[in-house]
């Protein structure tokens, strides 16, 4: 019941920059865990950037997207972002938009076998 639906992928060039968009429908408490992964082809889909909303908000970050990427949420519209810059080619691969209620303590926020809601993906490609 509960669907996922990315959008804003699209094609840069290094250095640009792509703001990415996921909409959440068909749940009645939101997720507190709301989370961007992105497999590249050949490669395992790692985690990207995490947010939690408990009350207090906290985000995680993939070590190689700290400096350079934002995760955000507006709460009304039930939306997710991924504010991308610098994108650079190795950035290049189908991003997903993610949920899950409680993972676990150790690293689980940014591990893909945590989540259980999971949208289409939305390729990003950047050149050089």
Not at 98 to 122: F, H, I
């Amino acid at each position: 019941q509960v669907q996922l639906v990315e959008s804003g992928g699209g094609s840069v060039q290094a250095g640009g920059s792509l703001r990415l968009s996921c909409a959440a429908s068909g749940y009645t408490g939101r997720p507190y865990y709301m989370g961007w992964f992105r497999q590249a082809p050949g490669k395992e889909r790692e985690g990207v950037a995490t947010i939690y909303s408990g009350g207090t908000t906290y985000r995680y970050y993939a070590g190689s997207v700290k400096a350079r990427f934002t995760i955000s949420q507006d709460k009304l519209k039930n939306t997710v972002y991924l504010q991308m810059n610098s994108l650079n080619p190795e950035d290049t691969g189908m991003y997903y938009c993610a949920a899950a209620a409680a993972v676990s303590l150790g690293g689980g926020v940014l591990k893909p076998n945590e989540y259980t809601y999971w949208g289409q993906g939305t390729q990003v490609t950047v050149s050089s």
